[in-house]
């Protein structure tokens, strides 16, 4: 959840910003409404990481490719517009865009067997990677839900 004073502060949302989108404190929002209101998506990833006290990276800092195509879980991938980015040891580090995504977590953590840490990357790099892995089809199953983070 981001708090809308930490919004503001970080410079993420504007007074017409906040009005062009109807909300009010406590209205719950998804990543994608807050890009889509133009709020700088390097600069929400960055937030969301240190709201969360989780490193922020670029997916090309990882061997993303290898990972996935090992784990073989493309339906995961896909249905959380997540990125397994590299297992080390018992570890799997995630790519997510949205921290809050706790049925990722809980779905990879049951799948693989492996302990889960995320690392936040921004929506663009994270559409450009599942793009690169998967093509054009990186849509989300109709069954997934938004996530929504509340401000």
Do not use: W
């Not at 397994?84 to 799997?92: I, V, Y």
Request: glycine share 6%.
């Amino acid at each position: 959840m981001i708090p809308t004073a930490q919004l503001y502060q970080a410079g993420l949302l504007t007074d017409a910003q906040r009005d062009a989108l109807g909300i009010g404190d406590g209205t719950p929002l998804s990543v994608s409404r807050l890009l889509d209101a133009g709020v700088d998506p390097t600069a929400l990833a960055h937030t969301l990481a240190t709201l969360h006290h989780l490193p922020f990276a670029e997916s090309h800092q990882y061997p993303f490719k290898d990972t996935c195509y090992a784990l073989d879980r493309r339906d995961l991938i896909q249905r959380h517009q997540v990125l397994p980015l590299a297992q080390q040891s018992k570890e799997l580090l995630l790519g997510v865009s949205d921290p809050d995504n706790a049925e990722a977590v809980a779905d990879f953590r049951f799948s693989t067997g492996l302990n889960v840490r995320l690392v936040v990357l921004s929506q663009p790099d994270l559409d450009a990677a599942l793009r690169h892995l998967y093509g054009a089809n990186i849509e989300a199953p109709a069954m997934a839900s938004p996530s929504v983070i509340r401000i």
